[in-house]
T-cell receptor, first 112, second 114 residues
Framework: KNQVEQSPQSLIILEGKNCTLQ??????????LRWYKQDTGRGPVSLTI?????NTKSNGRYTATLDADTKQSSLHITASQLSDSASYIC???????????FGPGTRLSVLP | DGGITQSPKYLFRKEGQNVTLSCEQN?????MYWYRQDPGQGLRLIYY???????QKGDIAEGYSVSREKKESFPLTVTSAQKNPTAFYLC?????????????FGPGTRLTVT
């Protein structure tokens, strides 16, 4: 069964600190992996997308990594800001059709 | 939320009533999707449409219905047959139906059924 797991479930950090969120998947055949940011009560917004051949992708203070061999990805947030408080969702797509498998998300709280 | 609107933001209904959630996009996207989000779970696909007048069931279509009469509109009806309808509903669209295309999400509708 195709699954996406994320850890930790929730995380609290102080403003200015770095953090790393994890995503493990069993989706096969693999097409791409996306990280989304979802503010409370809003729709998800795309941060990064990586295909099989990419092992790192940055978007400002957000850096995603992908290890297709171990089927793991991480999202690193540098110098966190209060506005980073949100849920971060890992989404993995199969190679065929339009099947997206969503992880449950990691809830990040950044405190002043 | 880029060109996708959902209305209303909050919706309250009595059990046994059908309710329709609106989703409109002005991105000229061919594909549109409806997802359901529950606490602690990933988004689950209800229905999707890759072209006007055509749609397919997702993983949890029971108790829901959709129509795609216009390219820009993809309304979702939550029927009384849906056993647990209270949830956050998200609509999304993409240029095409292939998973290589990015999905753009609307702001969501929170439905509460009592």
């Amino acid at each position: 069964k195709n699954q996406v797991e994320q850890s930790p479930q929730s995380l609290i950090i102080l403003e200015g600190k770095n953090c790393t969120l994890q995503c493990n998947y069993t989706v096969s055949p693999f097409s791409n992996l996306r990280w989304y940011k979802q503010d409370t009560g809003r729709g998800p917004v795309s941060l990064t997308i990586m295909t099989f051949s990419e092992n790192t992708k940055s978007n400002g203070r957000y850096t995603a990594t992908l290890d297709a061999d171990t089927k793991q990805s991480s999202l690193h947030i540098t110098a966190s800001q209060l506005s980073d408080s949100a849920s971060y969702i890992c989404v993995v797509s199969e190679s065929y059709g339009q099947n997206f498998v969503f992880g449950p998300g990691t809830r990040l709280s950044v405190l002043p | 939320d880029g060109g996708i609107t959902q209305s209303p933001k909050y919706l309250f209904r009595k059990e046994g009533q059908n309710v329709t959630l609106s989703c409109e996009q002005n991105l000229n996207h061919d594909a549109m999707y409806w997802y359901r989000q529950d606490p602690g779970q990933g988004l689950r696909l209800i229905y999707y449409s890759q072209i006007v007048n055509d749609f397919q069931k997702g993983d949890i279509a029971e108790g829901y219905s959709v129509s795609r009469e216009k390219k820009e509109s993809f309304p979702l009806t939550v029927t009384s047959a849906q056993k647990n309808p209270t949830a956050f509903y998200l609509c999304a669209s993409s240029i095409g139906g292939d998973s290589s295309y990015e999905q753009y999400f609307g702001p969501g509708t929170r439905l509460t059924v009592t």
